[in-house]
């Protein structure tokens, strides 16, 4: 995968500029076509594109001329820290915390703070989703996409095993950093959080620099504090579905954050059916209905969970949940026999 970075100076008052939120693919910046105004003070952009777990990770920045070893400083602490989460939180990973839970966590496994934190929020958004989001579900993760090699849909035998693994409740946190698995065949995947936690992080880091315009896409998950060019609102489109070309919305972010999961970009295919790669922890299957969730909330982690629950609840059930809690906002668009139904927040932008 490429990738991509530029440090290049630009003017305030340039044409608008917008994101479109997709998973797995470049993100595409379109052009709106607004005029250009007069320029009035300098600005340094930096923006880059690399490669982290999966997908694509977009950092880009405004600061004045004389934040620029300050902003050079930041930057590279931003790569740095996602180097290290793709290391310590990914599933995929020879090494790392979460490779070592997944290897020897019936014994129980000392891990970092931030590994210990996330898994500790993760139980969190497990209670809160009545299971329906769940990090231990990697076996089920596992079981589907072994079945996608096979060419061939697993069994009830098999179904069962894998199900058999799978529960929160196993997951033991033991203060102030011990990981327990309390079941045999246990494993834990941060897949649908990791991106969000990583957009925080990120966050996190440039704001402590003092940065205060910027977009930070790790994937899917958005986070956007301040303006684009110094002056405009940072407005991000998210995909329709249905339409790979089009937009569906266009929704201004500032100091929040986007996530958007779905079944129509990340998925199996076993004997020529796509299915979802968000599966219900509880009957083991990949969710069916829901075509995209989209969530908008304070922080990405949030997000990044909740649009992943949403998937497997529902839009009765999830919209229920959406609704119970502080500053967040969501959209569901699912397809039900045929018929397609958008469900939204009232204040969803
Ligand atoms: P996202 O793209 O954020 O919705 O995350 C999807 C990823 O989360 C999948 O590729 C799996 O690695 C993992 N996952 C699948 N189903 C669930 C679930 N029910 N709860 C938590 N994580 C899941
Ligand atoms: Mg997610």
């Not at 997944?102 to 500790?120: E, F, H």
């Not at 179904?159 to 246990?186: F, H, I, S, T, W």
Request: charged share 25%; hydrophobic share 40%.
């Amino acid at each position: 995968m490429p990738s991509s970075s530029t440090f290049s100076t630009i003017y305030i008052n340039k044409p608008r500029r917008f994101y479109k939120i997709r998973k797995f693919f470049f993100i595409t910046v379109l052009l709106l076509s607004l005029g250009t105004s007069l320029e009035a003070r300098e600005l340094k952009e930096y923006k880059a594109t690399r490669p982290y777990l999966g997908a694509y990770v977009t950092i880009q920045c405004f600061y004045e001329a004389d934040q620029e070893s300050l902003a050079a400083e930041a930057i590279q602490k931003c790569w740095g820290r996602m180097d290290q989460i793709q290391q310590e939180m990914n599933a995929y990973a020879q090494e790392g915390d979460v490779a070592e839970i997944n290897r020897n966590g019936p014994q129980g496994v000392r891990v970092r703070q931030d590994v210990y934190r996330l898994l500790k929020d993760s139980l969190h958004f497990a209670q809160l989703a009545e299971g329906a989001f769940d990090v231990t579900v990697f076996p089920l993760v596992e079981l589907w996409k072994d079945a996608e090699a096979q060419g061939r849909f697993p069994d009830q035998a098999e179904l069962k095993a894998a199900r058999d693994k799978v529960g929160y409740q196993n997951l033991r946190l033991e203060e102030p950093d011990r990981v327990v698995l309390a079941k045999p065949g246990m494993k834990v995947d941060l897949g649908g959080i990791v991106a969000g936690f990583a957009c925080d992080e990120i966050a996190a880091i440039l704001g402590s620099y003092g940065i205060k315009d910027f977009l930070v896409d790790t994937g899917g998950e958005i986070f956007c504090r301040g303006k684009n060019k110094g002056s405009e609102p940072w407005l991000v489109g998210i995909q329709d579905p249905q339409d790979k070309q089009g937009i569906l919305m266009t929704i201004e972010l500032n100091d929040s954050c986007a996530s958007t999961s779905g079944n129509y970009e990340k998925f199996y295919t076993i004997e020529g059916t796509s299915l979802s790669h968000i599966i219900d922890p509880v009957s083991g299957y990949p969710q069916k209905d829901i075509i995209s969730a989209t969530v908008i909330a304070k922080s990405a982690e949030l997000a990044d969970a909740l649009s992943t629950a949403l998937c497997v609840m529902g839009s009765e059930k999830g919209m229920a949940l959406i609704r119970r809690l502080d500053s967040v906002e969501a959209l569901i668009i699912e397809n039900k026999d045929g018929v397609t139904r958008k469900t939204q927040t009232e204040k969803f932008p």
